[in-house]
């Protein structure tokens, strides 16, 4: 690294290193008052506060509920933009954790690390903005409805990535312990399509099916037989998944209902095989209709795109990583997920890069993300911003150099 950047760098970790009781107060905070997807409001107003205060220029998103900063510009005209995106709603669920700090709202719990998002960018701009000689010029995006999978497009349809030359944002992972990240080229996260099948039929008399179209019978038939025909329809050498989360029908034992929902979800690594997976579905309910006589219509959601990790983003930061952490402790090769991750739609626009960082104890094993007893290491949360400051000017410089 340069002189120039050297000393840039020294002030940064030192504006990081001051702010590091703030952040782990901002995660408390956050994580104390969570709140769901689309109705992030108060989050949004937390931030905006913390954002007012620093004197960062920003507006919250139409609906309130999340934040865009406006571009706070290098002196040099001709350095690259650079987004940094943090989530910042939480999931449906009782917090079960024992934490002093634990939310303080019914069923709803910050159980994927969005508070530690937010709280890390939070003090990573607070830095960056006391830094008036940066080689790039930056906004920051505070992304609701992350685990709806639509605060991206919202975002990005409110003037998020205009202008934007690349983007960057972080995500805890609790299977590492603190000090280890995980920065991946290539495809990340799965294509996804969720799904409603309302299977209707023709209540009546348990002791009398023959008199009625059996919802139940054909919503059970039709769960054995996605499982069975999907996936031998499917180029086992390309991964998919399907799964029916819920099924909902019926009141008492003795009376054969009307209607059956089934709710799921298809995940693949490639959009053509979700798509071709889609109709396969479709298929499949309409040979069950027939044969049960029911009518079965299938309702499907939009399809979430998969995340792609921009080869030179990923392996500029991975090699910063590396200098930062040590070699072994960045990994480059974890095998793609079939979950979701919206930041998927800003990298379909953009060259990015999701970032995984461990915040995993070392003499502890923690349960994993979205589940009630979900804890993080908050020793972890520090590293994030030293980790993005690093990736900023590494990538900065290597962009200014092709
Ligand atoms: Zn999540
Ligand atoms: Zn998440």
Redesign the pocket.
């Known amino acids: 690294m340069e002189q120039q950047s050297i000393e840039v760098l020294r002030r940064l970790d030192r504006y990081l290193e001051e702010l590091e009781p703030k952040l782990i107060a901002f995660r408390r905070q956050i994580h104390q008052h969570p709140d769901l997807s689309g109705k992030e409001a108060n989050t949004a107003r937390f931030i905006s506060q913390v954002l007012t205060g620093a004197a960062i220029p920003h507006r919250l998103a139409a609906n309130g509920c999340g934040i865009i900063s406006e571009t706070i510009r290098s002196p040099d005209p001709a350095a690259p933009v650079i987004a940094l995106r943090a989530d910042i709603d939480a ?1 449906p669920i009782q917090e079960e954790t024992g934490i002093a700090f634990r939310s303080n709202n019914p069923r709803v719990m910050h159980a ?1 690390g969005h508070d530690a998002h937010a709280a890390m960018l939070l003090t990573t701009v607070l830095a960056l903005k006391q830094e008036n000689n940066l080689p790039f010029s930056w906004r920051a995006i505070f992304q609701p409805s ?2 709806e999978g639509q605060g991206a497009q919202q975002l990005i349809q409110e003037g998020g990535l205009e202008n934007v030359d690349g983007i960057l944002a972080l995500h805890v992972d609790p299977n590492r312990i603190v000090g280890k990240a995980g920065i991946t080229p290539g495809p990340r996260t799965a294509f996804c399509r969720d799904f409603v099948i309302e299977v209707r039929g023709r209540g009546g008399h348990a002791a009398r099916p023959h008199a009625t179209i059996d919802p139940v019978a054909a919503a059970a038939h039709l769960v054995t037989l996605i499982y069975q025909a999907l996936p031998r329809s499917s180029d086992a050498r390309d991964p998919m998944v399907v799964t029916i989360g819920m099924i909902q029908g019926g009141h008492t034992s003795n009376v054969i209902p009307d209607i059956v929902t089934l709710k799921g979800t298809i995940r693949a690594l490639r959009r053509e095989v979700a798509i071709e997976a889609s109709s396969t579905l479709e298929r499949l309910s309409d040979a069950t209709a027939q044969a049960f006589k029911a009518d079965i219509k299938v309702g499907f959601k939009n399809l979430l795109n998969g995340m792609v990790n921009d080869e030179l983003t990923a392996n500029a930061c991975a090699e910063v990583a590396r200098e930062f952490l040590r070699p072994e402790n960045v990994i480059c090769d974890d095998p793609p997920s079939l979950g979701g991750e919206d930041f998927a739609d800003y990298t379909a626009k953009v060259p990015g890069c999701m970032i995984t960082l461990g915040v995993g104890f070392p003499n502890r094993k923690v349960t994993p ?2 589940t009630a007893t979900f804890e993080l290491n908050e020793a972890g949360l520090l590293v994030g911003p030293k980790l993005l400051v690093r990736c900023l000017l590494h990538w900065s410089k290597k962009r200014a150099a092709m």
Do not use: K, N, R
């Open positions: 999931l994927c992350e685990e993300l979205h």
